[in-house]
């Protein structure tokens, strides 16, 4: 028997963004990236509904992937369906609300898009819903997913280049998932975080707010420094370069190139301060979407969190709000956990 999805949100992550990119391009991506093209390729999975706030949304959604029944409340679709899979591909203003709904209901396997929610007293909230209630959190940043991203980590751990030291990127923003996520899975997800300073671009607070608690749109990141318990670093310096992403070695340099497309490996010289080439068989590509699911259905029957899971949501999310507590602070280190949790921040 197949397993049941529902997904909440029709427009563009959900079904749409795989018609902007059918055009060549560079990079790992491999589509589907929609949510719905994925779990059409996954035998596993039927979408067995869906809702949407906008009418015509739903309809259209409907309608292109042959989905039964439709519904303009959230909560009614969760009552009613008895899922097994929820995707929540909403503006990340109800990412919260509906996720703890479904975690409450006894939904076991909840695939979010990025950002996971818009403050930290809703990531404490998620945290407490999912782990009370047994769920298996599938997060949405999708490079971790990704063939070449897969092949740097499995380099790492295998330790060909000896004990990873820090990973380095060059362009991204805080709350936004994408960045804070890919790095963190290239540094082996550490598990103590111990201190997050920074700085960041221009803030976009909402209108007539002079707190700074409350921002309509994320930021880039301009420089960083995190630092874990094992005494591994994530180093930020905002080039403009983009998606490359280097990791330090002990024993050599792993460069990830044109967001996912090759990687470019230097061994170190022995003593020398020196590095040579090592030649590195390329990888077959596939869908991170796909993967993403297949994962998540292997979470669900085995108990076992996979690698974009509950812990790396809220430690990416811990991070993105402690950078914009330390730039209001004037770059000054802060500790976990990160104060001020109410402060909110929307990225779209």
């Not at 259905?297 to 993105?320: D, F």
Request: hydrophobic share 35%; charged share 25%; glycine share 10%.
């Amino acid at each position: 028997m197949k397993l049941r999805v529902g997904i909440i949100g029709c427009g563009r992550i959900a079904s749409t963004i795989d018609n902007e990119l059918q055009k060549p391009r560079r990079g790992g991506i491999i589509l589907p990236l929609s949510h719905a093209g994925g779990y059409a390729l996954v035998d596993e999975t039927e979408i067995v509904a869906a809702c949407d706030v906008v009418e015509e949304k739903l309809e259209t959604f409907q309608s292109r992937w042959n989905v039964p029944t439709g519904y303009h409340d959230y909560r009614e679709l969760i009552d009613k369906e008895d899922l097994d899979i929820l995707s929540i591909t909403t503006r990340p203003e109800q990412h919260a609300e509906s996720l703890i709904y479904a975690a409450e209901q006894g939904i076991k396997g909840i695939f979010v898009e990025k950002p996971l929610c818009c403050s930290l007293l809703e990531a404490d909230a998620i945290r407490d819903a999912c782990e009370r209630n047994g769920v298996m959190l599938e997060f949405g940043p999708p490079r971790r997913n990704w063939a070449v991203y897969r092949q740097a980590h499995q380099l790492i751990t295998e330790d060909k280049l000896g004990a990873v030291k820090s990973v380095v990127g060059f362009s991204g923003n805080s709350i936004g998932g994408h960045f804070l996520d890919t790095l963190l899975y290239l540094l082996g997800d550490p598990e103590s975080l111990i201190s997050i300073r920074g700085t960041l671009g221009d803030l976009h607070p909402a209108e007539d707010d002079d707190s700074n608690m409350r921002f309509v749109r994320d930021t880039g990141i301009r420089n960083a420094l995190i630092e874990f318990g094992n005494g591994t670093t994530i180093h930020v310096a905002d080039t403009g370069i983009g998606y490359d992403t280097e990791v330090v070695c002990q024993g050599g340099i792993i460069r990830v190139q044109n967001d996912g497309e090759t990687l470019h490996v230097r061994k170190k010289d022995g003593g020398n301060q020196a590095y040579d080439p090592l030649t590195i068989e390329p990888v077959t590509p596939w869908s991170g979407t796909v993967l993403k699911i297949r994962e998540l259905i292997n979470s669900i029957q085995t108990g076992v969190p996979g690698p974009s899971n509950l812990r790396i949501a809220l430690l990416s999310t811990e991070i993105g709000f402690g950078l914009y507590e330390s730039h209001l602070c004037g770059g000054l280190a802060v500790e976990p956990p990160v104060p001020n949790r109410e402060r909110w921040v929307s990225s779209w």
